[in-house]
């Protein structure tokens, strides 16, 4: 057997839902029990028994074609479907018939992650270990949207901008390669059954490679790449730190039933490959954004031109939104350092006084970081909801698409991409000039 034939037997084996189900089964997540087919005597009361359980799971269920009313926005024509030739079914749909569940004590069932936009949700299941199961969760958190708009903010308001910028840079890079790559590989999600689907919260994307596996390789190995030597500390601090976070992240998402092995290896390592490769220039683009006089025009139309070649890739799903929004958190906050650099809010320290040192932690020091993240999280958040009511009806509005079914609407790119690329661009720049502003104009900055 050659080399070749080695790999590809070896990656069959990496891929399978067997693997993941079986180390789901390990850390105490197993799936409920199918009714048997005995009929019930009262079907009215087999219904009053799953509804509080299932949260009325025969809805969520439904077959595509089904004569049970509209579909959802979650149906299958807005899944992706399986490459062709590929195998394996359409992403986004659960492999096999959907099953109905009996009565389980609510204690040993997990919580459910629902998607917004689809309204899909996650599968009901016996949780025998909660330390795991919040381990996990939290693990999972670390690449989702509420940790990344805590994160990148923190580190620009309290810690070091420069590293910051320069951490945002890196991630847009790193999570759009992963979401172009996932389009053009179309690899499914884990079948269920045998994987209990414990979020679904992307699952109407395809699978490898895994972003989360992406971003939380990069974002520790950046982080220590990008303080060290600016920074006093211990380098073991780093070393310790970069595979806790990056296990925790990959190991969470073959626990929620969202990627294979497969899926994580390749993360892991096309995160490596382009931190070789594109993390040498990472300095001279964060210094383009700053000091070039036509940096923010050239920041804007190139990630907009990224944003609609992503869109072009394949049909709907929550990746072209979530792309979209990489993208706009990018150039808005790019465009934010561009003027607070050119007017003086924010200056980086000189290099005569590196290595930085760790100031002393003070009640006042604390009190400045709490309240930097409390207003300038209310902002963000106001920014981004004003810019949200505004720019989708606004987008139906001049691209004729009915916003009564605001789901419905964004499934259409001449919504989707405007709405997230103008809405987190703003958020973007507001968390590099707005936020610092008003910290300089009341004392806290």
Known sequence: MSLRQRLAQLAGRLQEPQKVARFQRLCGVEA???????????????????????????????????????????????????????????????????TELGPASPRRVGALRRNSLTGEE???AHVSNWPLYYLFCFGTELGNELFYILFFPFWIWNLDPLVGRRLVVIWVLVMYLGQCTKDIIRRPRP?????????????????????????????PISMVLLTYGRWQYPLIYGLILIPCWCSLVCLSRIYMGMHSILDIIAGFLYTILILAIFYPFVDLIDNFNQTHKYAPLIIIGLHLALGIFSFTLDTWSTSRGDTAEILGSGAGIACGSHVTYNIGLI???SLDVLPLARPPITVTLCGKAILRILIGMVFVLIVRDIMKKITIPLACKIFNIPCDDVRKARQHMEVELPYRYITYGMVGFSITFFVPYIFFFIGIS
């Open 122 to 124: 996650g599968e009901l």
């Open 191 to 219: 079948a269920s059954p045998p994987v209990v689907k414990l979020e679904v919260f992307y699952n109407s994307e395809y699978s490898m490679p895994s972003t989360h596996a992406m971003s939380g390789t990069a974002i």
């Open 32 to 98: 409920l029990p199918r009714r048997s087919a005995a009929p019930a005597t009262d079907p009215r009361e087999d219904e009053k028994a799953e509804a509080p359980l299932a949260g009325d799971a025969r809805r969520r269920e439904q077959q595509p074609g089904a004569s049970a009313g509209p579909q959802p926005p979650g149906s299958d024509r807005n899944q992706c479907p399986a490459k062709p030739g590929g195998g394996g079914a359409p992403n986004g749909v659960r492999n096999g018939l959907a």
């Open 347 to 349: 200056l980086d320290p």
